[in-house]
């Protein structure tokens, strides 16, 4: 019998992350996702993943030189971006117009993790009317980004905060992006390729999802004497609130208690907690609303919601919360296209036909 959405089919086996709905875990490469998120490095947790261990400290000392010689972007690249940001496209539609031009110099998985946050950070600067900020090699992978935004190098909790995110997003079982990078790897096809369609499916939004309207939301509210009544208003006219339910998760997300603590920390090191404390009181009363208004659904705060409030907190715009998502998951769909290449196995699913059958031809002037 079909099933819908391939909900419940197993299509292959990974030793890379596994997603437990039920019990609200995830285990990334054998660590479970609060344990690599709060201490690794994101070069450490690609590492980690490409590899199937942690890396030694020379091995690790390696990969940052081989990601830091290899971030510049081919001078096409940049007049793509000119003509992305002339036309105002979507920073998704211009990440995956980008990204397919890597291969003019490269299709080293290195490189392709290396030229992400420098294709995200110069278009983001050309939407603004400014001149992109060419990458540093001497900055960790985080640190550079965030340097390639505004020409500052980002203190040591900014840092931390967007590392934290980049490791707890970084893989999550056979989502629509990475299955889509496998089904393209078991093609035989490249690596760019394989990223460039995976950028496509994340593109979706029932995939890549809503972050900025999680924060939205909190803006609107204002104060924690308004959140009953907002939230209660949207409810009973049948909006959805961002931030909360999961397609998998069936209890709270994992991942929004890793941010979550993340968030805290960088907020109150900050000197001021007043979003924090906000949005936490925002999330208790969604949480107790939706029980009421629907009840058994067993809808819980999903990575949305504290995504939106920690990249806020380091600083990022909206407009960048799906693309810095990217940056972090490029290196779970290389890790998942080397698995797959492993297999050496086309993925080719059956269908179940449910159109007419006997049908006689009629010629075109009986039509």
Known sequence: MATTGLEGVVAATTRLSDVDGERGELVIAGFPVAELASNATFEETTWLLWHGDLPTGKQLDDFRRELGAQREIPEATHRLLRDCAKADVDPMDALRIAAGTISLESEDQSAIVAKFPTIVAAFWRLTKGQTPIAPREDLDHAANFLYMLDGEEPNAERVRGLETYLNTVVDHGFNASTFTCRVITSTGSDLVSAVVGAIGALKGPLHGGAPGPALETVFEIGDAARAEQVLRGKLQSGERLMGFGHRVYKVRDPRADVLGAAAERLYRRAGDMSLYTLARHVEATAIRLLEEFKPGRRLQTNVEFYTALLLHGIGLDVSLFTPTFAISRVSGWIAHA??????????????????????????????
């Open 338 to 367: 080397l698995e797959q290449r492993e297999a050496a196995r086309l993925i080719r699913p059956k269908s179940e036909y449910s159109g007419r059958r006997d049908r006689t031809w009629t010629p075109i002037q009986n039509r």
